[in-house]
């Protein structure tokens, strides 16, 4: 029940946004009652803390599946992929969430104390993935990881927000750009 409800939020979130995220809007997405949500979480935004936990959780897979494209492809394409399918998702929205809700951010600081959350879980992704380039010698071996990544999380931010999505090829032109310095296969 707490996945079709982390779903039906998921599918609310994409659709309207943050501020139309409420405990009608889940239940009545998900198909059920809405008592339903609050026999499985404290309030509502217990619920969204979960939420933002379990899609952060969810970071993992992709991370391992990033680290294991090292090599493959150009170093661009793959933060192309990456963080089209980051901003394509619920993250943008969380991101939303994260600074429209007073509470949700209080109870999210006491697990993520600095940063966005989801975000700095990308950020910490891109940073392994471009060291797992680094060690096959398609990076630069002085290269500050940890800012590549977060320039390209705050660049990635930037193109995906506030309505259509950009090409593939406009963000791989970006992509190719802000590693330009750093990556010796592009």
Sequence with gaps: MREQ???????????AGPSALTSR??????GVAKGVLHRHFADFDDFLVELVKDRTTRLGAQSDALRRSAGTGTVA???T???SDLFMSVASSIVGLFIFRDELRARLRRTYPTGLPLLTEAAAMISAYLAAERDLGR??????????ALTLIGT??????GGDAPDADAVHAVM???IAGVATDR
């Design 5 to 15: 409800l982390f779903d039906a939020a998921e599918r609310v979130l994409l659709r």
């Design 25 to 30: 809007a889940v239940t009545t997405e998900a």
């Design 77 to 79: 394409g793959n933060l």
């Design 81 to 83: 992929v990456v963080l």
């Design 139 to 148: 990076v630069a071996d002085g290269a500050d990881l940890d800012t590549v």
């Design 156 to 161: 990635g931010h930037l193109l995906f927000a």
């Design 176 to 178: 190719s750009t802000a």
